[in-house]
């Protein structure tokens, strides 16, 4: 069955940066397109990232544009969100998730992992 | 970009009452809206894509329904299970969004 496992969260100083990865079993990884979602405690979801199976396509959400950076690795099944130049409002649990897409559905996100905690405080 | 708003907020119901949440983009968004269930500690689960289309291993008591810009999520007979929080999110565009949720409790 599909698993998806973040890991790469913790406790970071403002302006710091950190590196997290998500782990993907139980399917043809290199086939999907990819996607993180965050949420603040207590608070709704935040979509932040997206990339498609080669890499070709990459978007952002204005609150994180420039300062973090969506990759893959296909030959290791990963993803990855580089996060830099850190604020207090990026504390959350980051999710990532499988974006499935159809012509006639456009994108949904049937799997998703458990999450990394990303605590920014100083 | 497009903004999604979700009433009533919350809401408290009992078992076995019929539930609807609404869900409106501000813009037409076609029939490009999802809805997920989030318990409490847990990640969100996928219950409805495409407006109407349900999950597989979603009960049968979840409908979803609507286009353009007002969008639906029904539970016919609410379960011990489904208190939880519903949120909304559009794909019309990879800019993708969320609408800020609905809890559903207990009365």
Known sequence: ????????????????????????????????????????PGKGLEWISYISSTSSFINYAASVKGRFTISRDNAKNSLYLQ???????????YYCARALFGVTTAY?????????????SS | DIQMTQSPSSLSASVGDRVTI?????????????????????APKLLIYAASSVQSGVPSRFSGSGSGTDFSL??????????????CQHSYTTLFSFGPGTKVDIK
């Open chain 1, 1 to 40: 069955q599909v698993r998806l496992v973040e890991s790469g969260g913790g406790l970071v100083k403002p302006g710091g940066s950190l590196r997290l990865s998500c782990a993907a079993s139980g399917f043809t990884f290199s086939d999907h397109y990819m996607t993180w979602i965050r949420q603040a």
């Open chain 1, 83 to 93: 996060i830099n130049s850190l604020r207090a409002e990026d504390t959350a649990l």
């Open chain 1, 108 to 120: 949904y996100f049937d799997s998703w992992g458990q999450g990394t905690l990303v605590t920014v």
């Open chain 2, 22 to 42: 609404t869900c409106r983009a501000n813009q037409s968004i076609n029939i490009y809206l999802n809805w997920y269930q989030q318990k409490p500690g847990k």
């Open chain 2, 74 to 87: 029904t539970i016919s007979s609410l379960q011990p299970e489904d208190f939880a929080t519903y949120y």
